[in-house]
């Protein structure tokens, strides 16, 4: 798979063939912004969290005293290496609505022991429960207590990173934006995921990738109206990244879209606004896999390649 930099960005991406190991598990698996409850979503998606899970040097759950309540934080350290380390701070993805630590427990442990890094994964509260600004309070006062606490948590403060897939990348940029204007921590790395940079109805993607391929198009709106409050403005760039009204000065990013992803375009687009504003970036597109990919090891091998390659570009930029 082509790696782009700030340089090479393509103009246009689109997809290819579907990986055939996918599609036949796809129509077995959870899916994500199906028209049915919020609980039965979430019920779904437990498939996502059965063991067993690769090995990994050690796990503790740490509780963070955050502005809204403790926030769980599960640790994952690798089983090489005697630190300080470098540190991934992890927002994961399922629209701000359905998603456990159990269920990106396997991406953690990759990254973690094949990096060579610490992985700090968030618990942040869902929505509808909780709404905008509540998940980006937690996650940003997360990276900040893990700034504070570098030392006695074995980490280096100059390689720690903040990503997430899918919602968590939407709050992976939203987050280095909003660092960046107020003078908040500086990350060594941003690692958004086929980010929800903004609503993808408009998109070839959106209308391409409507149904058949985990994430659904039109189950976007209903992650917004739990999320949004229906005061804000959702097109403030704390909710869609992809309309701030500037990019320049954020930390070195690793981008990655999917061919078969409604939110293949608006991640696209967020790739080429951080290349033109002359950002450090490292741009990968997969045009044979689907959103949520990271999650589908155990049923792709070209899952587990894609996840095993972000990996390694994490030990190349923070790895010890």
């Known amino acids: 798979m082509p790696i782009y930099d700030s340089d090479n960005v393509p103009e246009k991406v689109g997809r290819d063939e579907l990986d055939k190991e996918?599609?036949?598990?796809l129509p077995r698996g959870p899916v994500l912004?199906?028209?049915?409850?919020i609980a039965d979503a979430r019920r779904s998606h437990r498939v996502l969290a059965e063991g067993p899970w690769p090995p990994i040097g050690s796990v503790e759950t740490l509780l963070v005293p955050g502005p809204h309540g403790s926030v769980p934080v599960r640790v994952h350290t690798p089983s090489t290496g005697r630190g300080p380390y470098g540190a991934l701070v992890y927002l994961h993805g399922g629209g701000w609505t359905v998603g456990t630590l159990d269920e990106f427990e396997i991406p953690m442990r990759i990254f973690?022991?094949?990096a060579g890094i610490k992985t700090y994964a968030v618990?942040?509260?869902l929505a509808p429960e909780a709404k905008f600004p509540v998940q980006l309070d937690e996650c940003g006062f997360v990276v900040s207590w893990l700034f504070a606490h570098a030392a006695e948590q074995n980490v280096d403060p100059e390689r720690i990173a903040l990503g997430?897939?899918?919602?968590?990348?939407?709050?992976?940029?939203?987050l280095t934006l909003?660092?960046?204007d107020e003078g908040g921590p500086r990350l060594a790395l941003q690692l958004p995921l086929y980010p929800e940079t903004a609503l993808p109805f408009d998109t070839d993607s959106g209308s391409q990738n409507r149904v058949g391929y985990y994430l659904e198009t039109y189950g976007v709106l209903l992650f917004a109206w739990n999320y949004v409050p229906h005061h804000e403005d959702a097109r403030q760039p704390l909710i869609s990244p992809l309309y701030a009204s500037s990019h320049?000065?954020?930390?070195?990013a690793i981008l990655v879209t999917n061919g078969f992803d409604p939110l293949r375009d608006v991640g696209h687009a967020y790739a080429r606004k951080l290349a033109h504003a002359g950002n450090d970036l490292t741009y990968v597109h997969h045009t044979h896999l689907t959103h949520g990919f990271i999650q589908f090891t155990r049923h792709s091998k070209r899952c587990l390649e894609a996840t095993h390659q972000l990996a390694d570009l994490l030990k190349e930029k923070i790895g010890g």
């Open 22 to 25: 996918l599609a036949d598990w």
């Open 33 to 37: 912004g199906a028209d049915e409850r």
């Open 112 to 114: 973690a022991e094949r």
């Open 123 to 125: 618990d942040y509260q």
């Open 164 to 174: 997430g897939d899918s919602a968590g990348g939407n709050m992976t940029c939203a």
């Open 178 to 180: 909003k660092f960046r």
């Open 248 to 252: 320049r000065g954020l930390p070195p």
